[in-house]
């Protein structure tokens, strides 16, 4: 499958814990986007990066959540200190290039449940 | 920031129309449109480039005014398999920024 992988599907914290999404891109891009989704909500941009960079990062908050795509490996978002209102569907994206004007082709996503 | 997407809720029979609208206050790059099943990730349906520009596969074409920051999702004949949420994604700069999103339900 060469689509985009995130792991795990299901991924179920207590409050205080930590939690770390992956996302692998499709073969080929190295543009990665990160996206928050609430029930009945459109998809939150929270940050945008290439490998080993972070190019805009104007949707996370400011307190702990952090992103990084490293040279070898999947991009990891992590947020520390989970609160229920974390609780949410994550979404990756890659593209082949970068700009707005090139479709983003997206995983799975990740379901956040923080008890 | 965040376009405005209309209706935000539709309801059809399997054939009839539906037209979904997004517009943007800032001025757009491109808009782009994808569809999203229940509990599934977003799929890619097209991206407009230009003011004016028409694109469309099968039964399913949008449109893009530069000058109004407006763009349309025509659905013709729709079919039970259209069903879902549909988002439109304004590109600004590196990035797109999504509508709420218009749920589509199509009744046999």
């Known amino acids: 499958n060469a689509g985009v992988m995130q792991n795990p599907r299901h991924l179920v914290r207590r409050r205080g814990q930590e939690a770390r999404l992956r996302c692998s891109p499709m073969k080929g891009h190295s543009h990665v986007y990160w996206y928050r989704q609430l029930p009945e909500e459109g998809l939150k941009f929270m940050v945008y990066l290439q490998k080993e960079n972070i190019i805009d990062e104007s949707g996370m908050p400011k307190e702990r959540f952090s992103a990084e795509f490293p040279k070898e490996g999947p991009s990891i978002l992590r947020i520390q200190q989970v609160v229920r209102g974390d609780s949410a569907a994550y979404f990756c994206?890659?593209?082949?290039?970068?700009?707005?004007?090139?479709?983003?082709?997206f995983g799975d996503g990740t379901r956040l449940s923080i008890l | 920031q965040q376009p405005v997407q209309s209706p935000q809720a539709v309801i059809l029979r399997e054939g009839e129309d539906a037209v979904i609208n997004c517009s943007s206050s800032k001025a757009l790059y491109s808009v782009h449109w994808y569809r999203q099943k229940h509990g599934e990730a977003p799929v890619f349906l097209m991206i407009?480039?230009?003011?004016?520009e028409q694109k469309g596969h099968e039964k399913i074409s949008a449109s893009f005014n530069e000058k109004k920051q407006q763009s349309s999702l025509y659905l013709t004949a729709s079919q039970l398999s259209y069903s879902g949420t549909y988002f439109c994604?304004?590109?600004?700069?590196?990035?797109?920024?999504f509508g709420k999103g218009t749920r589509l339900h199509i009744l046999p």
């Open positions: 407009l480039l230009k003011g004016g």
């Open positions: 994206a890659s593209s082949i290039q970068g700009a707005s004007n090139q479709p983003q082709h």
């Open positions: 994604g304004a590109g600004l700069g590196d990035k797109i920024i």
